[in-house]
């Protein structure tokens, strides 16, 4: 696992600004929230995290190495997006193992073991040999978090994943999402728009409007101690 760090990030596209000089470390193993209405730069902060675009200027920093230039494939970070992105012609078992193949050393039994070992963890162990089509919202939520979280990744990081769920099955995957995390340590980067997905879920959380950070902090210092009205009205009602 390993420290993630945004060190002055901006991202423009043409005249638009969605990142203006963003700042903020991830500890090792924690589970961080970033959260703000539509087009706050949530989404944008991950991608850049994550190397799927890059910064117009500014670091990200994987504990001591400076990975800004890396490309995705090369940087110990795993993605989940809000639309699963599962492959439609792979079973369970071969969506789970992909980048198992593609990115270790492990022989065939060994990938095996390890998806049948994240099946049992995320409880659908009985859907392994089938495609993604038959499965609902929530088994295809649990078969893409397997194929992340399988790659045991330094950092983990999360696009708004629940937002395609009822709101029954969003509250039990919130906790089971924090089961995951705790038992695995990963370091982890949730995005979301929902402020009580970020109340419950982060051990901090940072608040992003207009492409810039208002306030990054545990759940309750933000409630009880707001840095601005902004904060105070997205998170509470003053």
């Given amino acids: 696992m390993a420290k993630v760090k945004v060190d002055q990030l901006d991202k423009s596209y043409g005249d638009l600004k969605a990142v203006e000089g963003l700042s903020f470390s991830i500890n090792d193993g924690e589970f961080l929230v970033i959260v703000g209405p539509s087009g706050c730069g949530k989404s944008t902060t991950l991608d850049v995290i994550a190397g799927l675009e890059s910064p117009t200027s500014g670091k990200i920093w994987l504990g001591d190495e400076d990975i800004t230039e890396l490309a995705p ?67 295809q939520q649990r078969v893409a978090l397997g194929r992340a979280v399988i790659r045991e990744p330094e950092v983990f990081l999360l696009d708004e994943p629940l937002s395609n769920l009822d709101a029954k099955l969003r509250t039990e995957m919130r906790t089971e999402l924090q089961q995951i995390q705790n038992n695995l340590g990963i370091t982890t980067v949730y995005v979301t728009h929902d402020q009580i997905e970020a109340m419950t879920m982060g051990d901090r959380i940072a608040v992003l409007n207009e492409g810039q950070l208002q306030q990054i902090d545990a759940p309750l210092e933000l409630y009880y101690n707001p840095a601005n009205r902004f904060v105070a009205s997205f998170i509470g009602s003053p």
Avoid: C, W
């Fill in 73 to 139: 494939q090369d940087r110990d970070i795993a993605m989940v997006f809000q639309n699963y992105a599962l492959y439609p012609h792979m079973s369970v078992q071969e969506n789970m193992s992909f980048g198992l193949k593609m990115s270790s050393d492990y022989d065939k039994e060994t990938i095996q073991e390890k998806v049948q070992e994240m099946a049992s963890l995320l409880g659908i162990s009985e859907l392994l040999d089938d495609k993604p089509k038959e499965l609902s919202g929530g088994q």
